[in-house]
């Protein structure tokens, strides 16, 4: 029977990816002032907070105090503004992230099992590449185009990344080492199931 700690390993990774994964998702801090004076307070994914910030292109005039849901009707004349396309996009990749994390600690267990199968354990390698594809390229791309997009917050020397964008960092790199660690697995047992007969040097990569 092959070796089990690259499986630990990477089930244990991948529940910590998990948990990460999901705060980062749900917190509102992913860009935060640093000046608690600031118009601007905090943004999440799905939340945004002002002190009494006035859009220029909002022709109401209308200040917006406190914390709402993006897709509120209290923020519907300056919901362009608030969600480029870009902003968007990074919704997007992290809910995706969030469903192929259920998806891979749901076939985790079952990859576990003493199997003659590797099948599952090769879904369980892509699924978990999947979701480190979509961490890693949204954090990317949010760390990348709020220094890019200098319209997008108001007083861009008093705002910083918040700490709900660095727990979505962390989730990246354990989800990362979770899929290294399944794929070793994966590989350690395909190589264990090769028949007798069957030349199992031809799986050892040359160098």
Same mark, same amino acid.
């Given at each position: 029977?092959?070796?089990? +700690?690259?499986?630990?390993?990477?089930?244990?990774? $991948?529940?910590?990816?998990? #948990?990460?994964?999901?705060?980062?998702?749900?917190?509102?801090? @992913? &860009?935060?002032?640093?000046?608690?004076?600031?118009?601007?307070?905090? #943004?999440?994914?799905?939340?945004?907070?002002?002190?009494?910030?006035?859009?220029?292109?909002?022709?109401?005039?209308?200040?917006?105090?406190?914390?709402?849901?993006?897709?509120?009707?209290?923020?519907?004349?300056?919901?362009? @503004?608030?969600?480029?396309?870009?902003?968007?996009?990074?919704?997007?990749?992290?809910?995706?992230?969030?469903?192929?994390? *259920? +998806?891979?600690?749901?076939? &985790?267990?079952?990859?576990?099992?003493?199997?003659?199968?590797?099948?599952? =354990?090769?879904?369980?390698?892509?699924?978990?590449?999947? =979701?480190?594809?979509?961490?890693?390229?949204?954090?990317?791309?949010?760390?990348?185009?709020?220094?890019?997009?200098?319209? @997008?917050?108001?007083?861009?020397? =008093?705002?910083? =990344?918040? @700490?709900?964008?660095? +727990? $979505?960092?962390?989730?990246? *790199?354990?989800?990362? *080492?979770?899929?290294?660690?399944?794929?070793?697995?994966?590989?350690?047992?395909?190589?264990?199931?090769?028949?007798?007969?069957?030349?199992?040097?031809?799986?050892?990569?040359?160098?």
């Amino acid at each position: 029977m092959a070796n089990k +700690l690259p499986y630990f390993l990477g089930f244990g990774t $991948a529940v910590i990816s998990f #948990i990460l994964c999901i705060i980062a998702y749900g917190t509102g801090y @992913w &860009f935060v002032s640093t000046d608690e004076e600031n118009l601007f307070q905090s #943004i999440g994914l799905w939340q945004a907070c002002f002190n009494g910030y006035e859009h220029t292109s909002d022709l109401i005039g209308k200040a917006y105090y406190g914390c709402w849901w993006l897709f509120y009707k209290e923020y519907y004349y300056i919901r362009d @503004w608030l969600m480029p396309p870009w902003f968007t996009a990074v919704q997007a990749l992290m809910t995706f992230a969030v469903v192929f994390q *259920f +998806l891979t600690l749901s076939l &985790f267990p079952l990859a576990g099992g003493n199997t003659n199968k590797t099948r599952i =354990l090769g879904i369980t390698c892509f699924v978990n590449g999947l =979701l480190s594809a979509c961490l890693i390229t949204s954090v990317v791309i949010f760390g990348v185009m709020i220094g890019e997009d200098r319209t @997008w917050m108001p007083r861009y020397d =008093l705002d910083r =990344l918040g @700490w709900s964008y660095g +727990l $979505a960092v962390i989730s990246g *790199f354990f989800s990362i *080492f979770s899929t290294i660690s399944i794929t070793t697995y994966t590989l350690m047992r395909k190589y264990e199931l090769l028949p007798d007969d069957t030349p199992k040097r031809a799986l050892i990569p040359k160098a």
